[in-house]
């Protein structure tokens, strides 16, 4: 994913004041690095029911995030 991505992704992250543990839990999401190398551009693949997930659970639209819009 690029730098927009990543970078929003760390935003909604800070915002939120959760955990990365809370996170993967309420995302279903196996292991808490995976946000975590999500948003460090670690896993740089991340499909559009991934950016989907992470969207609706930080009430964001999956085109803002992805970077393809700034409609938040």
């Known amino acids: 994913m690029d730098e927009i991505f990543i970078e929003r992704l760390k935003g909604l992250i800070k ?8 996170m993967a839990e309420s995302l279903g999401f196996k ?4 946000i975590f190398k999500y948003a460090n551009g670690q896993i740089t693949k991340i499909g559009p ?11 964001v639209s999956p085109s803002w995030l992805a970077g393809f819009s700034d409609e938040k």
């Open 49 to 59: 029911t991934g950016i989907r997930k992470l969207a609706i659970f930080f009430g």
């Open 31 to 34: 292991s808490k690095s995976t």
């Open 15 to 22: 915002e939120s004041k959760l955990t990365y543990n809370q």
